[in-house]
Every structure is written in C-alpha cells, then in structure tokens.
C-alpha cells in the first residue's frame, strides 16, 4: 500500500478506537451500572488528564528514544488488551483505575498519528486534511458497528455483553497495534522537543485578542463534554426514546456534519468571511444545539440537531487551531499550538468532565434526569461567551490573511 493508504488507515483506527467507546460509555455507566453523574465525569475526565501529562512520557519516548511507529503498535496493543479487561468489569474503583491507565496508554498516540503523518507526506499542508478525515470515518464506521453488533445481539441473547463498547475498541486498538508496524519507519529525533514548548507561548498573552480568545475557548471546550458525556443517555433516556441498539449509528449524524462542513463548507466560508465572522458561526451554533436539547421535543429535531456538531466544532475549534497558526510569530508557531492543545483537550475539557458530571448529578433525583435542567447550563455558557466573542475579540491581522 501507498505511504498515504497507510496513513489514512492509521487515523482511522486511531479514530475508530475512541468512537467505538467514548460516545455511548455514559448510558453504559449511568444505566447499566448505576454510576452517579459524577462518577462518569471522573471517568471521561481521565483521558483529558492524560492529554496533559502525555507530552511528559509519550511524546518523549517517540522524540528522543524510539522509532514513533514502535511506540504507536506498543501503546495500542497493550492498551487494546487492557481495554478488553476493562469491558468485564462493574467496580467503580477498579474501572477508574483502569481507565486512567488506559488513558495514558491511548493519549500519546493522538499527537504521535498526527506527527508521523506530517513527517511522511511530501505536501502535508495538501495532503493531511483528506487523511485526516480517515479519522472522522473510522469514528462513524465503530458507530454504525456497534449499532450493527447490538442489533445482531439483541435477537441472539447468548451474544449480549454489556461491555461491548470497551470490547469493540480493544479489538480495533490491538488490530492497530499490528497496523503500526506496517508505517513508515520514522525514527526519534535525538534533539526531541521540550514538553514545556508551551510556556514559549506565553508571551503571546499579552495580546488582548489572543487572550480573551484563549479565555473563551476554554470555557466552551467545558461545555463541549456536555454533548460528549450525556447525548447518549440522553437520547436514550424516556425523554426522547432512543433505544440502545442504535444510539451509536444514530450519534454518527454529528461526524457525517463534520466532513460536510470540513470538506466543503470551510474552505469555502473561511477564505470569503475570515477568522472572525466564521468562528461567530461556529460559537452561535452551541447555545442553538443546547437550547434544542432543553426543550427536547420533538425527537426528530432533537437528532437532526446533532449536525450541528459539524458547525460547532468545524467553525469554532478547527478554525481556533488556524487562527493560532495565523498570528504566532514564526519562531513560536508549534509552542503556540502546544498551547491551544493543552488549554482546549487537556484543561477544558478536564474540568468539563467533571463539571457536566457534577449537573447531571445535581439535576437528578429518585425521578429521573431533568435533562431540561442539565443543558440550560451549557446553553447559558456559551451564549455568554458568544457574547464576550462578537463584542470584544477583534483580530484584523487574522481576518485579512484568511482573505489573501
């Protein structure tokens, strides 16, 4: 196979792995063994955390000791058996250990997919979107399989586990593990970058803009692990009627948005409007989707909403990650986006974890979930922040790159 073919197949199992668990683990927890709200924060706060320490283990072992796709099969492997280990347990404790482990296993793998693809593709500026979107659809393929799976299962009950959504991604993680080893050999860097790159960055905050646009998108990746941690028993809840078989393949709508809008809407929108009036898109589209799920009626909008993920994510984060590369002097530009990355995947949504975790707690009682409740705090939030957005960012540097 071509180096390309390889690589897409990478950031789909990469991809596949966590969509096959992430998106449908908080009815599993929630329903099926009677976790607390918080509890599940705890657990999908894990992987966040992970985030943040990993530049400290993962990122140096590949930098400065390892070949990065030995790295990749060992993490994959090992943490694919650990996630089928997982899939059979119910003790809160245990599985919060487990996870954490796991999440450190997994964590270093997303900066090292991304890293080995740019080092091995000629034009990776062209090149890195459409194997990237390998990713968006081995999320959708896990989705659309696990649906497929529980509704094989539910007619043959001797096939049932209701840990398979931690089976599915140890099976795709150690398949992984055997497709590291077909990469392109990509050897360490003696002089491996420093895992404190980002504070180089910090001088970037003395700009007003970039601050209040750090600020501001810290507090929506906190509300963006209110769709990640409770769409699904939300959908799955008497509210809107989901059953579990196909709340995975239902989920999927959001990420076939997101390739629309990242295929075809950006690159058309972002070079006519700019940084500034695309991302107001993107932040509007939040409090849209909350408001949608606060009311919760009818069910048909309730999913047909969830396309707004493309807007919300395409037009808010991706378009964040440009902006940084846009305005960081050239000398800063990867401590920049080090940056970015850990106040968006690691700080925000950490303690977005155990924020959407601790109101899905509060809003909850012997009666059931007043889902009502629970989204009209993130709807809240970010119309207050895409209030803060449109009345004090301002960034004429960025607007006119874009439009060159």
Request: aromatic share 14%; glycine share 8%.
């Amino acid at each position: 196979m071509s180096v390309k073919v390889r690589l897409g197949l990478m950031m789909f199992f990469q991809y596949a792995i966590w969509g096959a668990w992430s998106p449908v683990l908080s009815a599993y927890l929630l329903d099926d063994l009677g976790y607390s709200g918080m509890q599940v924060g705890v657990i999908y706060s894990l992987l966040p955390l992970a985030t943040i320490i990993s530049p400290f283990v993962g990122g140096q072992l590949a930098d400065r000791y390892f070949a990065s796709q030995k790295v990749i099969a060992f993490l994959q492997f090992t943490g694919g058996v650990l996630l089928v280990f997982i899939s059979t347990v119910s003790d809160y404790t245990v599985m919060m250990w487990m996870m954490l482990l796991y999440s450190l296993l997994y964590a270093p793998t997303l900066a090292l997919t991304n890293s080995i693809a740019f080092i091995n593709l000629e034009n990776a500026e062209k090149d890195f979107g459409p194997i990237r979107v390998g990713g968006t659809l081995g999320w959708i393929a896990a989705g659309l399989l696990l649906s497929g799976w529980r509704l094989f299962a539910n007619s043959n009950e001797a096939l049932a586990f209701s840990g398979d959504t931690f089976l599915l991604g140890g099976i795709l993680s150690i398949l992984m593990g055997f497709q590291a080893l077909t990469l392109p050999d990509t050897p360490p860097k003696k002089e491996g970058a420093s895992p404190w790159a980002f504070l180089e960055a910090l001088k970037m905050l003395k700009n007003k803009n970039f601050t209040i646009f750090l600020v501001i998108s810290f507090v929506v990746s906190t509300e963006l692990m209110f769709y990640y941690i409770l769409t699904a028993p939300f959908l799955t809840s008497g509210r809107i009627g989901i059953p579990d078989t196909t709340v995975a393949g239902v989920m999927v709508i959001a990420q076939v948005a997101e390739i629309f809008v990242m295929a075809f809407l950006l690159p058309k929108i972002l070079p006519k409007y700019g940084i500034r009036k695309t991302m107001i898109v993107g932040v509007l589209a939040w409090p849209i989707r909350y408001i949608i799920f606060a009311i919760g009626m009818p069910a048909w909008l309730v999913i047909l909403s969830l396309s707004l993920h493309g807007f919300c994510y395409v037009f808010f984060f991706t378009v964040a990650f440009i902006y940084v590369d846009m305005v960081a002097p050239e000398d800063i530009r990867h401590s920049a986006q080090s940056l970015i990355t850990l106040v968006v995947l690691g700080l925000g949504n950490y303690f977005g974890s155990l924020f959407a975790g601790w109101i899905q707690s509060y809003f909850t009682a012997e009666a059931g979930t007043n889902w009502t409740g629970v989204f009209l705090v993130p709807c809240a939030l970010t119309i207050l922040c895409a209030l803060a957005f449109i009345l004090f960012f301002r960034d004429e540097k960025a607007v006119k790159h874009a439009e060159v």
